[in-house]
């Protein structure tokens, strides 16, 4: 088994191809909702997001499971909560932008870990 003592830039790359894999195809779900297009285009957001695995599976040689996932979930916890304020208009609570901002905190305590 590969030990892994800090964080790679190939980590962070995979998490962030991950991370926008998830941003493209929960945006085209909302957009499809939001829009009553009719449901069987959701075969396109589906079969993007089948590619997470391979992905994935690509990552465990160049990290963790536990470190790529928690990067991957942030970051795409992050950049998803962000797509649906911005470009969709949602609104969340104040302690839900505390959290994200806890969020964010934690992405950079994950880079303070070290780099390769």
Do not use: H
């Given at each position: 088994m590969k030990r892994f003592l800090s964080i790679t830039f190939y980590t962070y790359f995979i998490g962030f191809l991950l991370t926008i894999n998830d941003l493209l195809?929960?945006?085209m779900c909302?957009?499809?909702?939001?829009?009553?297009?009719?449901i069987r285009y959701l075969f396109i957001p589906t079969i993007m997001?089948?590619?997470?695995i391979p992905l994935f599976f690509y990552g465990l040689n160049v990290s963790s499971m536990a470190v790529l996932n928690?990067?991957?979930?942030?970051?795409?916890s992050l950049l998803v909560t962000f797509l649906g304020l911005f470009y969709f208009k949602e609104k969340i609570s104040?302690?839900?932008t505390i959290a994200l901002f806890l969020?964010?905190?934690s992405l950079?305590?994950?880079s303070l870990d070290g780099i390769n």
């Open positions: 195809s929960f945006g909302k957009y499809i909702y939001a829009n009553n297009i009719n997001y089948c590619l997470q928690i990067i991957w979930n942030l970051m795409s104040n302690i839900k969020g964010l905190l950079i305590l994950f």
